[in-house]
């Protein structure tokens, strides 16, 4: 099973300002097979990215995913108040979906 | 309008049998691109997949829960169930269903969660 963990466990930023977080797996996922969610209190959670960097419908372009092999990326170049909120990875390989542990990102 | 719905008991008791049942509509379960998951998430925790299920019937578990866990569908009904014996107190969750793409492997849309405790 292929292990993803997700850095830092919190972020601590203002609007405005540019987010990156990370998402490292034990081992080589597939590029078509990485997704990013966005998570708020009391809700199911959103698809943002698909395909390590395809956008689900209706996101904003300021969201952005990048990445391949072991590393991959979620950008917000420039965060909205509505931004902060708790995002996951997830990945599918070997007949087999796992998620990250999650990065939280509050407002500074 | 794609939506999915979650129905099952709000309280089990521990080594009982949880029955939960994913109701969609805006989409067929025969379609070929498309699937359901389950995916469970304990209060204040991470996200955890469960299995999933295809229109062709695949199926695939989570490992570290395969032997309590069993998904089927009924496309006439446009439902997915999913049973999880020998249920324990660590199973308290919010369990989600959501829909997931064939070619990408992401859940597109998901239901609103059904918090399940487990106790005595």
Request: aromatic share 10%.
């Given at each position: 099973e292929i292990v993803l963990t997700q850095?830092?466990?919190?972020?601590?930023?203002?609007?405005?300002?540019?987010?990156?977080?990370?998402?490292?797996?034990?081992?080589?996922?597939s590029s078509s097979y990485l997704a990013w969610y966005q998570?708020?209190?009391?809700?199911?959670?959103?698809?943002?990215?698909y395909g390590a960097s395809s956008r689900a419908t209706g996101i904003p372009d300021r969201f952005?995913?990048?990445?391949?092999g072991t590393d991959f990326t979620l950008t917000i170049s420039r965060l909205e108040p509505e931004d902060f909120a708790v995002?996951?990875?997830?990945?599918?390989g070997s007949s087999?979906?796992?998620?990250?542990q999650g990065t939280k990102l509050e407002i500074k | 309008?794609?939506?999915l719905k979650e129905s099952g008991p709000v309280l089990v008791k521990p080594t009982e049998t949880l029955t939960l049942t994913c109701t969609?509509?805006?989409?067929?379960?025969?379609?070929?691109?498309?699937?359901?998951?389950?995916?469970?998430?304990?209060?204040?925790?991470?996200?955890?997949w469960l299995a999933h299920i295809f229109s062709n019937d695949e199926k695939s578990y989570s490992t570290s829960l395969k032997s309590r866990l069993t998904i089927s569908k009924d496309t006439s009904k446009s439902q997915v169930v999913l049973t999880m014996t020998n249920m324990d107190p660590v199973d308290t969750a919010t369990y989600y269903c959501a829909r997931?793409?064939?070619?990408?492997?992401?859940?597109?849309?998901?239901?609103?969660?059904?918090?399940?405790?487990?106790?005595?």
């Open positions: 850095s830092p466990g919190t972020l601590s930023l203002s609007p405005g300002e540019r987010a990156t977080l990370s998402c490292r797996a034990s081992q080589s996922v998570q708020k209190p009391g809700q199911a959670p959103r698809l943002l990215i952005s995913g990048s990445g391949s995002y996951y990875c997830q990945q599918y087999s979906v796992t998620f990250g | 309008q794609v939506t969609v509509s805006g989409f067929s379960l025969s379609n070929a691109r498309m699937g359901v998951s389950w995916i469970r998430q304990p209060p204040g925790k991470a996200l955890e997931m793409d064939s070619g990408s492997y992401s859940c597109d849309y998901w239901g609103q969660g059904t918090l399940v405790t487990v106790s005595s």
